[in-house]
Nanobody, 118 residues
Framework: QVQLVESGGGLVQAGGSLRLSCAASKSLSSIYAMGWYRQAPGKQRELVATIAIGGNTNYADSVKGRFAISRDNAKNTVYLQMNSLEPEDTAVYYC????????????WGKGTTVTVSS
């Protein structure tokens, strides 16, 4: 089992930046992929960015060029640097850990709220 704790959310003006952190209770070297997802009010949860064990990253088109996912294996922590924030980025951001490419071994954090004012 993996516990994930997100932090770093808050209120920011459009054009501003935030960095989200996700601390995992398990070594990142044993986790197949870590990711950030978000859910805006009235919308389904959607992928924001992922980083695989080999370092490959994947981003939603809506955040490419503005967001960057990274990890610090020594701290078992994954980050999401968010720049040029837009009101449309307002959502609860969730950290996700997949222990395998497929299957049920998937864990979620409780989320951190990001609010971008116009």
């Amino acid at each position: 089992q993996v516990q994930l704790v997100e932090s770093g959310g808050g209120l920011v003006q459009a054009g501003g930046s935030l960095r989200l952190s996700c601390a995992a209770s398990k070594s990142l070297s044993s986790i197949y992929a870590m990711g950030w997802y978000r859910q805006a009010p009235g919308k389904q949860r959607e992928l924001v960015a992922t980083i695989a064990i080999g370092g490959n990253t994947n981003y939603a088109d809506s955040v490419k060029g503005r967001f960057a996912i990274s990890r610090d294996n020594a701290k078992n922590t994954v980050y999401l640097q968010m720049n040029s924030l837009e009101p449309e980025d307002t959502a609860v951001y969730y950290c996700n850990a997949k222990l395998a490419p497929v299957g049920p071994l998937e864990y979620w954090g409780k989320g951190t709220t990001v609010t971008v004012s116009s």
